[in-house]
């Protein structure tokens, strides 16, 4: 079992910044990867970005390349999501995920869901 609480989201204008945290729990976590998804009103979840907890592996959506950075923070338990250059189409609730670190890429294998953070980005 894999424990999931999103924390950072907010408000901010286009071309800003926020930084997305996801704290995690449970005695395997060394064994799963961490994924970042959104959703958008009216749209479906979508992929954002995933990392094994290792480190070994960080995969990301093409919409997001060069602008969104995760990361880890082994002692702290927690994957980050640095979100740069933000622009409207990013608005969405931001959720991470966990699944086995060799399904990492298998997005619809994500199954341990965090509660979700609202992120707007306005004009």
């Known amino acids: 079992q894999v424990q999931l609480v999103e924390s950072g989201g907010g408000l901010v204008q286009a071309g800003g910044s926020l930084r997305l945290s996801c704290a995690a729990s449970g005695s395997t976590i060394s064994t799963y990867a961490v994924g970042w998804f959104r959703q958008a009103p009216g749209k479906e979840r979508e992929f954002v970005a995933a990392i094994i907890w290792s480190g070994s592996s960080i995969n990301y959506a093409d919409s997001v390349k060069g602008r969104f950075t995760i990361s880890r923070d082994n002692a702290k338990n927690t994957v980050y999501l640095q979100m740069n250059s933000l622009n409207l189409e990013d608005t969405a609730v931001y959720y991470c995920?966990?699944?086995?670190?060799?399904?990492?890429?298998?997005?619809?294998?994500?199954?341990?869901w965090g509660q979700g953070t609202q992120v707007t980005v306005s004009s």
């Open positions: 995920a966990a699944t086995p670190a060799y399904l990492y890429l298998r997005t619809q294998t994500y199954n341990f």
